[in-house]
Antibody, heavy 121, light 107 residues
Framework: QVQLQQWGAGLLKPSETLSLTCSVY????????WSWIRQAPGKGLEWIGE?????????????NYNPSLKTRVTISADASKSQFSLNLTSVTAADSAVYYC?????????WGQGTLVTVSS | DIQMTQSPSSLSASVGDRVTITCRAS??????LNWYQQKPGKAPQLLIY???YLQSGVPSRFSGSAFRTDFTLTISSLQPEDFATYYC?????????FGQGTKVEIK
């Protein structure tokens, strides 16, 4: 059964760049959408963006970002390592949240464990 | 963006109760609607996809239905492990959006 393991820095200062990586174990990296989703403390869920590896032409995956974050977000992937990453630039306190990686098929059916990221000076 | 509005925001219920949570989409989304359960400190878990299909491993007391832009999650007989927060999510049009959540608490 596929598992997602994520890691990255948990404490950032304002204006720094958030970087997280998610590794896929016991499952195919190709053929799926790989997403990042966040949840501010005590709040609901917000989709950040995803990389589309669902096509057979995996040399050119496509990307899809939430317009509310698009100018600051980059998602990348290394299929040879079965990993994908999130970069979010110029963070502020409003970006403090638990960040999840997830695999999307008919809904997000597999999730990472979550990483709490706190932005504080 | 498609707005998803859940009701109620919270409810109190007893073990054995039938519980219904509603989600309304701001526009037609066909049956591109998923439901998740989240317990404190844990990642959400997919319960129902495409409005009414039970995710593998999810107990049959959970069910989903759809009527136009209104969607319902029903728990037929609430169990102790069902006390959690539930989210709907539309997968019709990007950006994918969630409802604000419904917290199910013990009465």
């Amino acid at each position: 059964q596929v598992q997602l393991q994520q890691w990255g820095a948990g404490l950032l200062k304002p204006s720094e760049t958030l970087s997280l990586t998610c590794s896929v174990y016991d499952g195919s990296f190709s053929g799926y959408f790989w997403s990042w989703i966040r949840q501010a403390p005590g709040k609901g869920l917000e989709w950040i963006g995803e990389i589309d590896h669902s096509s057979s032409t995996n040399n050119n995956p496509s990307f899809n970002y939430n317009p509310s974050l698009k100018t600051r977000v980059t998602i990348s992937a290394d299929a040879s390592k079965s990993q994908f990453s999130l970069n979010l630039t110029s963070v502020t306190a409003a970006d403090s949240a638990v960040y999840y990686c997830a695999r999307r098929g008919s809904g997000w059916h597999t999730w990472g464990q979550g990483t709490l990221v706190t932005v504080s000076s | 963006d498609i707005q998803m509005t859940q009701s109620p925001s919270s409810l109190s219920a007893s073990v054995g109760d039938r519980v219904t949570i509603t989600c309304r989409a701001s526009q037609m989304i066909m049956t591109y609607l998923n439901w998740y359960q989240q317990k404190p400190g844990k990642a959400p878990q997919l319960l129902i996809y495409a409005a009414s299909y039970l995710q593998s491993g999810v107990p049959s007391r959970f069910s989903g239905s759809a009527f136009r832009t209104d969607f319902t999650l029903t728990i037929s007989s609430l169990q102790p492990e069902d006390f959690a927060t539930y989210y709907c999510q539309q997968s019709y049009s990007s950006p994918w959006t969630f409802g604000q959540g419904t917290k199910v608490e013990i009465k």
